[in-house]
């Protein structure tokens, strides 16, 4: 299913740039910043239970990535992995583990028609999974949604810059014997940039259309 999803998403872009009728716009960036606003099940003071914090978040990396046709409807995909931090703090983990949050989201987008602030509002759907040495052997992949939006300035005519906002819902990652789910949802803020091309063939059509009237 991911195969078949990337290649989609390759294969959009290809068609897009490929039609003399549209234009396109590419936009590449990555996650700054990364809340959680979950809660997970751990063992505290020899019981075991819900808590009321979640995962204690560090720093994200990874990339966001999207196309924009001239229909104002975009495709995009994110990828980026979130680490824990580390130590006896509350909702840290075992730094033997060096344990992370990876989350995949397949998007769709739409750009207003606002073209001075150029904004983005999107959806998309994909997995979260704990990512460490050992986390394959004790949790489940889990499911999530999110929403989205971003706000773009330009910096040249073909050349912007933007920021954006994630709300993430992820509340099953699944502990395989104890059958408790922990819930990861969080907001996540990003950076990134965005080329536009420009398809070249309105010119020639209209260069056709002045001969023929000659």
Known sequence: MKKILLNIFISSIFIFYS?????????????SSHSS????YDEVEGIYGKQSYGNAIDKPSGYFLGVLS??????????????????????CWASRYN????????NIFYQLPIRALNIIVGIGTGTTEYD????????EKGSATQWYTS?????ISSLEIHLSYRSVTAKNITNKYTDMKD?????????????NFSGGDEE?????????EE
Do not use: H
Not at 99 to 106: C, E, I, P, S
Not at 151 to 155: E, K, R, V
């Open 19 to 31: 039609t003399s009728i549209l234009a396109i716009s590419i936009s590449i960036g990555s996650p």
């Open 37 to 40: 606003s979950g809660f997970v």
């Open 70 to 91: 001239t229909y104002d409807i975009g495709f995009g995909i994110d990828r980026y992995t979130t680490k824990f931090k580390t130590g006896t703090c509350t909702g």
């Open 99 to 106: 344990a992370g949050l990876k989350t995949k989201m397949t």
């Open 132 to 139: 460490c040495t050992v986390c394959s052997t004790y949790y």
């Open 151 to 155: 706000f773009g300035m330009s910096i």
């Open 183 to 195: 819930d990861n949802s969080g907001t996540v803020t990003g950076i990134g940039l965005s080329f």
């Open 204 to 212: 020639e059509y209209d260069d056709d259309d002045d001969y023929d």
